[in-house]
Each structure stands twice: as C-alpha cells, then as structure tokens.
C-alpha cells in the first residue's frame, strides 16, 4: 500500500523540477543524475539558506540575481572534501593497503 501524496508534496515536486530545468537553462548546472530524494532534500537546504518561503521564490530570485548562484551550487552539491572524512577508512588504507603495495616493485 503506498502513501497518498500531499497536495503540497505535488506541488514541491512540481515547484523542484522547474526550479532545476531554471538551474539547466540559465546557468546550464544539469542535476539530472542526482538521485529524486536527495535532490529534495538539497533544493530545501538552498531554500532555507537563501531565506525563501517557497521553492519558486528561490527561483525567481536566482534567475534574476546571479550572484546568487554560488550559494545555491554549494548547497546543491556533495563537496569533494566530504568524501574523504572517514577516519577508520584511512587508517586501514595507511595500516594495510599501502604496506601490501609497497611489496611490489612499482
């Protein structure tokens, strides 16, 4: 059994696709292969940031207001630096992979 859809989850739905096909032809930034849920939740750290009530008033001021623009990107998307905060996965990289590459003469 699924369940029903809010009518105001349709119209965030409706108000995050046109606010990305915004994105895509103003700026040419293609979101396209971001996954639904995490595009969701992302376009509503934009909005907070930005201090909008709405998700078409966010939009409204990025197409007129480029310098805007960065503020939205950076909450839009994964900083590369955050990939690499996994303290266990680089000790055991440090302590085990690298030894073993080591043994090899290149």
Request: some cysteine.
């Amino acid at each position: 059994m699924t369940t029903p859809v809010s009518v105001s989850d349709k119209i965030n739905d409706i108000e995050t696709d046109l606010f990305l096909e915004a994105l895509r032809r103003r700026y040419h930034y293609d979101f396209s292969a971001y996954a639904r849920s995490s595009l969701v939740r992302r376009v509503e750290v934009a909005r907070t940031r930005l201090g909008c009530d709405s998700i078409s008033g966010m939009q409204a001021r990025v197409l007129r207001e480029p310098e805007l623009l960065h503020d939205v990107i950076d909450a839009m998307t994964v900083q590369v630096s955050d990939l690499f905060r996994d303290p266990g996965y680089y000790l055991a990289l440090r302590q085990k992979v690298i030894p073993h590459l080591q043994t090899f003469p290149r």
